[in-house]
């Protein structure tokens, strides 16, 4: 069995990519190393429970240096993705410091263990691990914020505008550095806006479907005219997987839905499914409450996936608008709330 490291993945994506990426090769031991910090839940994985021989959960800190390099020496790391990282804007603008500390610090004490592990010196892999891939997950948002068009591709300048964007900026060149200055394995995807199940209760859907079941108001930032480019978490998956195995090394993918809504829209869609579903007197819509704006709110994301579409044959299965019925019925269930 080959053993990977993932990291993080307690969380929304790297929950939803472990029963995948089990479920579909049947050569990986994955070790999850996590700290289960508030967003991370090991109920997420229930449903891998009794897959002892694929899958051992690590709790811990990709920051203690110590705990990493005996994790790479005691089951023989063959590959890293690294989900980990702290990911809520609003939190990186309240407490800047554990997002440098966990996204800058956290990747370089990963990537450097994984060089020093695999590597005899720069550009030499020792033999038994030629081909070990350290492949970093990050977001659209490092590349700022967009105007009324045009989508970001993979050259696209980074202007991050967030402390959450700037940290991940951040480790965004150190995988890149690892790569060009020591030869290391490297491939970097960075994503639009994910939904799905299992994600944290304080992004902008499980939001929004919270406080309609709970008749409580739901905040919308400003004019609500902010736009994001949605993408189903399997599809993101999908793409992660397709990324790791066949990727070439030291490129970064860009991993789009094609799916762009306002926050507005998205409200509103979901109010509706939400008005048809569980119906009550009144219209959910009628909760919508604008707030005031996050501080350096970026107006608009969008990604043009093409690179990863015809390199490697990834495409989207998930619309919006199929990808939201299957995120509400989740959350649905997972409120106990019947149709």
């Known amino acids: 069995m080959k053993k990977i490291l993932l990291t993080g993945c307690a969380g929304f994506i790297g929950s939803n990519f472990i029963p995948y990426i089990l479920d579909k090769y049947n050569n990986y031991h994955i ?65 800047p410091e554990i997002f440098i500390e966990t996204n800058v610090k956290g990747t370089f004490t990963l990537i450097d263990v994984a060089y020093k592990y695999w590597m005899m010196r720069p550009f030499q892999y020792k033999i038994e691990y030629e081909g070990c891939r350290f492949h970093h997950i990050s977001t659209d948002e490092v590349y700022g914020s967009l105007g009324e068009t045009g989508l970001f591709s993979e050259t696209t300048p980074y202007a991050p505008n967030s402390p ?25 995807t960075n994503c639009s806006n994910n939904y799905g199940p299992k994600q944290h209760d304080e992004k902008l859907i499980p939001t929004i479907i919270r406080k309609a079941l709970a008749n409580e108001s739901i905040p919308i930032y400003g004019d609500g005219k902010n736009i994001r480019d949605w993408l189903y978490v399997l599809d993101h998956c999908k793409g992660i997987d397709l990324v790791f195995h066949n990727g070439k090394q030291g490129e970064t993918y860009n991993i789009g839905g094609k799916n762009e809504k306002t926050n507005f829209e998205i409200v509103n869609i979901i109010c509706e499914i939400l008005d048809k579903k569980v119906p009550q007197k009144k219209s959910y819509k009628e909760l919508i409450t604008f707030v005031e704006d996050r501080a350096g709110h970026d107006m608009r994301y969008a990604i043009d996936a093409s690179k990863i579409e015809d390199q490697l044959d990834w495409k989207a299965n998930e619309n919006f608008d199929s990808g939201i019925i299957k995120t509400i019925d989740w959350y649905l269930n997972k409120y106990g709330v019947k149709e």
Do not use: P, W
Request: hydrophobic share 35%; glycine share 6%; net charge negative.
């Open 31 to 95: 070790i999850n190393l996590d700290l289960l910090t508030y967003a991370g839940n090991l109920e997420n994985l229930k449903e891998i429970e009794g897959k002892e021989f694929e899958y051992t959960f690590i709790k811990g800190n990709i920051c203690d240096r110590e705990l990493v390099e005996s994790i790479f020496n005691q089951y023989d790391i063959r590959g890293v993705i690294h989900f980990a990282a702290e990911s809520h804007v609003d939190n990186s603008i309240k407490m």
């Open 164 to 188: 959450y964007s700037a940290s991940k900026a951040s480790s965004d060149m150190i995988v890149r550095s690892y790569h060009h200055t020591y030869g290391l394995n490297t491939v970097i």
